[in-house]
């Protein structure tokens, strides 16, 4: 089982949809989750932190967190075309423990 | 705030030789995380340093190494390179060990 997995893409919604991404994660111990969107060719922008149960909200984007059932997932609202991307999952590991990264899900947003 | 730069962007190299990548993390950033990117194998963990001390290291093997020096830019070494070297190698930094890390735009290794 890896550490960290993401739904298999690629996704595709069409402009205006929700997109939603989700992760699992196996080290119930973990604290902190982000989530990274990657252009092709570009490198991963941090997008979201979250690190309590719940729900944050950034704009068009929420990320959801259950510990208890150890998910974590992003949703975009209004999808449009330029959120067309890789999203990385990644979880921090207990104490100064590593961030252990998904594979990603690759989300394409037809206009 | 500057952000986090790394130098070279692009290296062509020889299977047998070395390779030293470097990165500069955000101004005030401890912490400076190396990770290599394959379209196989996504992105994985070589290792992290803080305040000049490896702290975490993944699984890669002894022919990677790196450095964190006092002003705390980091150094990333691969000794007798071998064709499947070839990724994009990206340093990450944060404030404090592995949380926001904040990528820089990677340095393209081919290996021939």
């Known amino acids: 089982q890896k550490e960290v997995e993401q739904n298999s893409g690629p996704l595709s919604v069409p402009e205006g949809a929700i997109a939603s991404l989700n992760c699992t994660y196996s080290d119930r111990g973990s604290q902190s989750f982000f989530w990274y969107r990657q252009y092709s060719g570009k490198s991963p922008e941090l997008i979201m932190s979250i690190y309590s149960n719940g729900d944050k909200e950034d704009g068009r984007f929420t990320a959801q967190l259950n510990k208890a059932s150890q998910y974590v997932s992003l949703l975009i609202r209004d999808s449009q075309p330029s959120d067309s991307a890789t999203y990385l999952c990644?979880?921090?590991?207990?104490?100064?423990?590593?961030?252990?990264f998904g594979d990603g899900t690759t989300l394409t947003v037809k206009p | 705030k500057a952000g986090v730069t790394q130098t070279p962007r692009y290296l062509i190299k020889t299977r047998g030789q070395q390779v030293t990548l470097s990165c500069s993390p955000i101004?005030?950033?401890?912490?400076v995380s190396w990770y290599q990117q394959t379209p196989g194998q996504g992105l994985q963990f070589l290792f992290e340093y803080f305040s000049e001390t490896q702290r975490n290291k993944g699984n890669f093997p002894g022919r990677f190494s790196g450095r964190q020096f006092s002003n705390s830019r980091s150094e990333m070494n691969v000794s007798t390179l071998e064709l499947g070297d070839s990724a994009l190698y990206l340093c990450a930094s944060s404030s404090t060990s592995f949380y926001e890390q904040f990528f820089g735009p990677g340095t393209r290794l081919t290996v021939l």
């Open positions: 101004s005030g950033h401890r912490s």
């Open positions: 990644a979880v921090k590991g207990t104490n100064a423990g590593k961030s252990t």
